[in-house]
């Protein structure tokens, strides 16, 4: 008998249960699952929270590879103990963001750690038959293990080349069925991976790291701009996209459609086109580390979108492709044309995340606020409907920071932005501001910020009262007994209406009362007309 491996999704389970993005279906573990595909290995996904409910699940494996997050270390914790529990035997598998500081891993002892990029280094542990003995893992490249209560590392494996990504590497379509109500999820499918903001914070580091005003951050040539001399990590501070997936790798247009074909053959509705940056998809040579220069490769991007639109579902609208992240300081007229050109309705989810210019600079972020509320101007100009990200309790956040920030949000939200997105500042490992404190959510100047982003989002959910969204039913509500929430088709609010509806129903939502910031309630209405 072959072995069989669990693939747990422990993607934002934080301590056991996803409070948020509970309708996201992130590729990490398909991208497993595809390496494990790739040898006719047996594997099955399965979402942490259903294995903690359900324990008589484990008995179906052998071994188990876990992909997490830093912040889900409380419910990885949690599993490991479970899967200990049942068992003398078995390898463990982690892999995933979580692994960015191996040494917080200590504790669970788990057979390895997959560090960074997983896919040639999970390859080679399977090629080296990991599963049926031992494997001198010194050997292996990209890998942390436990030895006599210590952590071993050992040297970084080289990140594979866009090329190798294509051709060695797909992540299972098949594996989507093994989600609950994965027909009514946003299926996230890989476009480009890594970051192509090669400017860094000149804050000081809490190990006297600072910037010594070399330039390289400013050079023209690419290649200098990835040596820093002070070795602060590459991006914003806050992010560690850059420093552990390099500069930007796109995948190519075959490869993406295929993907996204055989998971709308497979009953998805919802495909969102997950890319740091969507606007640096095939954008100038390697490495790509300007953010900001050339602009984007309009008929690569035109290409893949005429590509998944002649998809069947997606030409009869029984399916949605939606784009998510894009930097401002590339958002022009004509990527706002080529997208409306292409019928992408989906609208940009642009970082900001601070309206303070000097902050701006200091946390090593590429562009400006103004490029913020221009691109904002322009998408609401060409009829969509913008999400701009702030972050409460970054460093160097202070009462000016704090007043700028909501003039800001007030100057996009009058641009047209759809909504506000807050987020507390966390510490990511491999980021520069890893040793910084968390932000608190008691601290008076983070709350005025989310007071402001609240009070905007509660405004624009006004606009959709007595509107008919189309949406698709997802799970039944935890909030209202025999309430369904719905997430919308397109675009649009979160929904909850009574009744029982299946996963995947597809529904037309009359929107009649506005719940909080981010949900809606409404009426289910049988008439196919609808406004959005
Ligand atoms: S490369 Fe480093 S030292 Fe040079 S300008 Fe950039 S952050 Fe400063």
Redesign the pocket.
């Known amino acids: 008998m072959t072995d069989r491996v669990l693939v747990v999704d422990a993607l934002s389970a934080g301590s056991g249960q996803r409070r948020s993005s509970r309708d996201s279906i992130g590729c990490g573990p398909r991208t497993v699952a595809g390496v494990f595909e790739k040898h006719d290995i047996h594997c099955r996904i399965h979402r942490i929270e259903e294995l903690l409910e359900k324990r008589s699940l484990l008995k179906k494996f052998d071994h188990v590879a876990i992909s997490a997050m830093t912040m889900d270390l409380p419910a990885v914790t949690k599993f490991v103990k479970l899967w200990r529990g049942s068992r003398t035997q078995g390898r463990i598998i982690i892999g995933g963001p979580i692994s960015a500081n191996p040494l917080d891993l200590k504790e669970l002892n788990p057979d390895v750690i997959v560090i960074g990029e997983g896919e040639a280094t999970l390859e080679e542990l399977v090629t080296e038959k990991f599963f049926e003995k031992y494997v001198e893992l010194s050997e292996i490249r990209g890998v942390a293990y436990p030895v006599a209560g210590q952590i071993i590392v050992t040297k970084p494996r080289d990140l594979i080349h866009s090329k190798i990504l294509s051709e060695s590497y797909r992540a299972s379509t098949t594996r989507i069925i093994d989600y609950n109500a994965y027909q009514a999820s946003k299926v996230y499918v890989e476009v480009t991976r890594g970051c192509s903001n090669y400017r ?1 914070t ?1 804050l000081r580091l809490d190990d006297g790291r600072q ?8 050079s023209d040539d690419s290649k200098v701009r990835m ?4 070795d ?1 990590p590459p991006g914003c501070g806050f992010c560690s996209v850059p420093g552990t997936w390099g500069p930007p790798r796109s995948r190519t247009i075959e490869v993406i459609v295929e993907e996204v074909r055989e998971l709308l053959d497979l009953g998805v509705h919802r495909i969102v086109l997950e890319s740091p940056g969507f606007l640096d998809f095939m954008r100038g040579r390697e490495p790509l580390t300007n953010p900001c220069h050339p602009p984007a490769n309009l008929e690569a991007i035109r290409n893949l979108l005429n590509r998944l639109n002649a998809l069947p579902q997606v030409a009869n609208k029984t399916a949605h492709i939606a784009i998510e992240n894009m930097k401002a300081c590339l958002f022009s007229e004509d990527v706002a044309k080529t997208l409306v050109d292409s019928m992408m309705s989906s609208s940009p989810n642009i970082g900001l995340e601070t309206g303070s210019e000097k902050q701006l600079r200091n946390i090593g972020k590429c562009g400006s606020p103004e490029d913020v509320v221009e691109a904002v101007r322009i998408a609401s100009q060409y009829g969509m409907n913008p999400f701009v990200y702030f972050i409460y309790g970054l460093p160097g956040e202070d009462e000016e920071t704090v007043r700028e920030s909501i003039e800001i949000m007030r100057e996009v939200s009058k641009a047209g932005a759809e909504r506000i997105i807050m987020y507390g500042f966390r510490p990511l490992p491999g980021s520069a501001f890893a040793n910084y404190p968390e932000s608190s959510t008691k601290d008076e100047l983070g709350m005025q910020l989310r007071k402001e982003a609240d009070r905007i989002n509660r405004e624009k959910k006004d606009s959709y009262l007595g509107k008919i969204i189309r949406g698709i039913a997802s799970e039944p509500s935890w909030a209202r007994h025999g309430y369904t929430m719905v997430s919308p088709l397109e675009e649009g609010p979160l929904m909850t209406v009574p009744g029982g509806y299946s996963p995947g129903t597809l529904l037309n939502v009359l929107i009649s009362e506005v719940l909080s910031s981010g949900l809606v309630a409404g009426e289910v209405v049988q008439d196919e007309k609808s406004n959005r």
């Open positions: 860094r000149n910037c010594s005003d070399c330039s390289n951050c400013d040596d820093c001399p002070e602060i």
